[in-house]
């Protein structure tokens, strides 16, 4: 071991790149690569989002339409092809909210609602937000129950 190979240990030393405003010998002294005057040369400068140097911002051409609804109810669609494939599998014929989520059909936060897409052959007892009317009715006409929570 010599002192020519000593380093400093690897992570320990941060380059920070550019040295800016440390004199006219480093080569990025006096106006700090920012160029002569100007409004991005002053100090504290900050372009506003969708600023477009002066043209009128996209955001304000475009016209404005439509309409959003903040207190829609978005459901997590269940079809009763899906549910009958589950009860053929595991056995289970009353399906509530828990049971469903704990299988992976339906999401932590949202409600659910089944959907009649698929034949039913066997008596289920569902529990869930929402039915459509050919759910419910498929689901009836087994002698099942669907329960809206």
């Known amino acids: 071991m010599d002192l020519s190979t ?3 240990a690897f992570g320990s030393v ?3 790149g550019k040295r800016l405003g440390r004199g006219q010998g480093s080569g990025r002294g006096g106006t700090s690569t920012k160029g002569h ?10 372009k506003k989002i969708g600023f477009e140097g002066g043209q009128m911002p996209i955001q304000r051409r475009l016209p404005k339409f439509g309409f959003k609804n903040h207190f829609r109810v978005e459901y997590k669609g269940i079809n009763l092809s899906t549910l009958e ?3 053929k599998k595991t056995g289970i014929t009353i399906l509530d909210e828990q049971v469903l989520k704990d299988a992976g059909l339906a999401p ?5 609602k089944i959907l009649g897409n698929g034949e039913l ?7 869930a937000h929402s039915f459509s009317k050919k759910a419910k009715d498929a689901i009836e006409a087994l002698s099942g129950t669907a329960v809206k929570i």
């Open 6 to 8: 000593l380093k400093p």
């Open 14 to 16: 941060k380059n920070e």
């Open 37 to 46: 005057k100007g409004q991005k040369a002053i100090s504290g400068y900050s």
């Open 85 to 87: 494939e589950f009860v």
């Open 108 to 112: 932590k936060n949202k409600p659910v």
């Open 121 to 127: 052959t066997q008596k289920i007892e569902v529990k």
